[in-house]
């Protein structure tokens, strides 16, 4: 809905009913959980009382997370040091660590002396992260969380001073246009003495607070990759229970960041998935069709023959490292785990980071309030982080993104030099140049990729992986995926750049077909849309905004 709409709808239907709470946490991933958990903890510990609440924008905990997913156990060991007991769903510890060099038809498999630390996953454990955050919700509302799911956080609340006052709900049961149907339900404000946003990668409210607060000033652009995966079921004789393997290589060229992860999880169950750079300059290039292609390779094939693919899905990462991170606080709240970039590149890895962060942030947040503040700075936060084991993980990793965008080989040879020879902490630090959208290249400069059409067998099209992934959005209801200018889709995006949207999106959301008068026109199937975030980072104009659907919509995964 436009500002006017919701501004209308507010002078008809409004004010808005608010709740007040002592801390308001958007989002229930790891990193919201992990700081609401703490919270009450610490208030257990104190003998206080702290009122928190979580709003989560799927339809359950868990509906939204999309991860690998090699668990560090790191955090969730400060956290719980009796996860064990607790039944946390950490069933799978890694047995074995491959790291393989593809050519279209040979895997070289990197020795075991070689691989770098980043690489080494003994004492991890191969998870479901959305299953990890069930978990996580449980033992939250046990201490007195407040949790909703279904309920996405849509706007974000100042007070006089810009401070931030907390965040409103989104309106339900309004029609495409922005009108309130028979079932319309005003949103709800909750308001907080500190509100946390943990939103995940480019989180939409984060943006905004990003742009409002300046937090991004003399830091690198943000720098992102689109992870691709699948949850198949596979022959019990090729199960090997803790297996990990890492490709790089082949499908992509040489000069295009990717590669592959494949899980082997319990119960006869793989994740693969692929991970592009969202960086890459060819307007041709489709990460999803690159994902199917790697499936084909006969050292890859070979896990999938008589397998049943059961779940499909897709989320943006944030890779930018340490040199991306934003300010992490400002007045009235902080940004956490992926929502600021906190996510390790070369390990793949960021749910112990996320984890980390939410908790130092309560802790922050906690002594704050102890000392009856509100709405002020938490700049004990950035610097705890500055103190802690994360900080020094992602100062030894920090090059490792800028390398491997060199290209594949100088990327693996300086990136091999600089964790296995200076062991993270070379005398120098790389910088990302630009944000991803600006690397497009006309596509006149570049060369069309020919993708094999999908057997049903290994590989699959975009509309049969959106029905796995249980999405499902209200017809009638505003379009979540937002155009500043309508024109700007053909008159650049196609005109330039051969309609790049149609390919980089995994669920076929965009499309550009023929008006009736022959003309093209862009159209956006939203009800596809599986909230990776990838339009909203890669469109080389930035005119595709990505705003909160209603609330419960979205791609609903079970065991992802």
Not at 42 to 66: F, Q, R, T
Not at 169 to 174: E, K, L, P, Q
Not at 184 to 209: N, S
Not at 336 to 347: K, M, Q
């Amino acid at each position: 809905m436009t500002q006017s709409q919701t501004q209308s709808i507010l002078e008809q239907y409004g004010p808005r009913e608010a709740m007040e709470y002592d801390v308001v946490i958007v989002g229930g991933g790891p990193a919201g959980l992990s700081a609401a958990i703490r919270l009450k903890q610490l208030a257990a510990d104190k003998g206080n009382e702290v009122s928190v609440c979580v709003l989560e924008k799927g339809g359950e905990l868990g509906a939204h997370i999309l991860s690998g997913a090699v668990m560090d156990p790191i955090a969730i060991n400060e956290l719980f040091p009796d996860w064990k007991e607790r039944g946390a769903p950490l069933n799978t510890p890694v047995s074995e660590d491959r790291l393989l060099f593809l050519t279209e038809s040979r895997a070289l498999k990197t020795p075991a002396w070689m691989l770098p630390g980043c690489f080494r996953n003994h004492g991890n454990y191969i998870v479901s992260l959305a299953n990890v955050v069930r978990w996580l919700g449980v033992q939250a509302e046990a201490l007195g969380v407040e949790v909703f799911p279904g309920f996405p956080a849509a706007e974000i609340l100042y007070n006089d001073d810009d401070s931030v006052k907390g965040v409103a709900t989104g309106n339900m049961g309004v029609d495409r246009h922005g009108n309130p149907t028979d079932a319309f339900q005003l949103g709800m404000e909750l308001h907080a003495k500190y509100t946390l946003f943990a939103e995940g990668a480019r989180g939409h409210l984060g943006k905004q607070l990003i742009a409002k607060f300046n937090l991004d000033k003399d830091k690198d652009p943000q720098t992102y990759g689109i992870g691709i995966k699948e949850l198949w079921e596979i022959d019990p004789k090729l199960h090997q229970p803790g297996l990990v393997i890492h490709t790089a290589g082949w499908p992509l060229d040489t000069r295009t960041y990717g590669g592959s992860f494949l899980y082997h999880l319990e119960n006869n169950q793989v994740a693969v998935g692929y991970v592009v750079g969202l960086a890459y300059e060819n307007p041709y290039l489709s990460p999803y069709e690159e994902f199917q292609r790697y499936k084909t390779h006969p050292e890859i094939r070979k896990f999938f023959e008589g397998g049943k693919r059961i779940s499909y899905g897709a989320r943006a990462i944030t890779a930018g490292g340490l040199q991306s991170l934003p300010k992490l606080a400002f007045p009235g709240g902080a940004l956490l785990g992926c929502d600021a970039g906190f996510l390790n590149a070369s390990r793949i890895k960021g749910s112990h980071a996320a984890m980390k962060t939410g908790m130092l942030a309560a802790e922050a947040a906690f002594a704050a309030l102890g000392a009856d503040r509100r709405y002020d700075v938490l700049t004990e936060y950035a610097a705890a982080f500055e103190k802690s084991w994360l900080h020094e993980e992602l100062h030894k990793a920090r090059n490792f993104k800028p390398w491997m965008n060199k290209g594949l080989y100088t990327g693996t040879l300086m990136v091999g030099i600089d964790q296995i020879v200076f062991r993270g902490k070379a005398p120098w630090t790389l910088h990302h140049a630009h944000a991803d959208h600006e690397c497009l290249k006309p596509a006149a400069e570049c060369t069309p990729i020919a993708y094999p059409k999908p057997d049903g067998k290994i590989t699959f099209d975009r509309l049969s992986s959106v029905f796995i992934s249980n999405t499902n959005h209200a017809e009638d209801q505003p379009v979540h995926l937002t155009l500043k200018d309508p024109t700007i889709p053909v008159r650049i995006n196609l005109d330039i750049y051969a309609g790049p949207e149609a390919r980089y999106c995994p669920a076929g959301v965009y499309e550009f077909v023929k008006a009736d008068d022959g003309a093209e026109r862009l159209q956006i199937n939203a009800q596809n849309c599986v909230h990776c975030k990838t339009c909203d980072i890669k469109d080389p104009t930035q005119n595709i905004v990505w705003v909160a659907p209603e609330g419960g919509g979205g791609p609903n995964y079970p065991n992802m």
